[in-house]
T-cell receptor, first 113, second 113 residues
Framework: NAGVTQTPKFRVLKTGQSMTLLCAQDMNHEYMYWYRQDPGMGLRLIHYSVGEGTTAKGEVPDGYNVSRLKKQNFLLGLESAAPSQTSVYFC????????????FGPGTRLLVL | GENVEQHPSTLSVQEGDSAVIKCTYSDSASNYFPWYKQELGKGPQLIID?????GEKKDQRIAVTLNKTAKHFSLHITETQPEDSAVYFC????????????FGSGTRLQVQP
């Protein structure tokens, strides 16, 4: 039981390049989340999904897109990376309901030059 | 949305001392109050939570107390150890009309050996 895994662990992009971050969970969780973490700002919600085929915007969705084609996977896309998107990205999943425990992945460190 | 503030932002204690972190929230309908711990280089992990019908909850050296009237709750760590050094986040929420947590900006706890 691997829990929540994230791919890749670290990536360097040039401004304007695109990439996809992959999150996978093997706990059969309904809800999945993408957060970004910047120094001194805690965790900010980018997008989330309450089930396969559904997505919703969070607090800071601009510049990102997501897809949840399979229940176990949640993809975060950057169409045209900007230096302001340099951050650490965390994926999380939970059984369902906001009061369920969120299980986080190890994070992806992204540097946009 | 929920306005969440944590104090202090950094806290340094000697090993064996106690540490207290306070979380203030704005939504009077909040009824679920979790604390997450993030160790260096890892994703956050739930360490303790409390619901609005309970005033205090303990789990070994950690405890959470809730003051719903004043809209704040606190994390208490007794007999601190070096492995308690981490960033702690609160994420108060309510179970209706919410699909995701709003995290505080975090408190960095340093336990000096």
């Amino acid at each position: 039981n691997a829990g929540v895994t994230q791919t890749p662990k670290f990536r360097v992009l040039k401004t304007g390049q695109s990439m996809t971050l992959l999150c996978a969970q093997d706990m059969n969780h309904e809800y999945m989340y993408w957060y970004r973490q910047d120094p001194g700002m805690g965790l900010r919600l980018i997008h989330y999904s309450v089930g396969e085929g559904t997505t919703a915007k969070g607090e800071v969705p601009d510049g990102y897109n997501v897809s949840r084609l399979k229940k176990q996977n949640f993809l975060l896309g950057l169409e045209s990376a900007a230096p302001s998107q340099t951050s650490v990205y965390f994926c999380a999943s939970s059984l369902g309901q906001v009061q369920e425990t969120q299980y986080f992945g190890p994070g992806t460190r992204l540097l946009v030059l | 949305g929920e306005n969440v503030e944590q104090h202090p932002s950094t806290l340094s204690v000697q090993e064996g001392d106690s540490a207290v972190i306070k979380c203030t929230y704005s939504d009077s309908a909040s009824n679920y109050f979790p604390w997450y711990k993030q160790e260096l280089g890892k994703g956050p992990q739930l360490i303790i939570d409390i619901r609005s019908n309970v005033g205090e909850k303990k789990d070994q050296r950690i405890a959470v107390t809730l003051n719903k009237t004043a809209k704040h709750f606190s994390l208490h760590i007794t007999e601190t150890q070096p492995e308690d050094s981490a960033v702690y986040f609160c994420a108060p929420t309510r179970d209706t009309g919410r699909r995701a947590l709003t995290f505080g900006s975090g408190t960095r706890l340093q336990v000096q050996p």
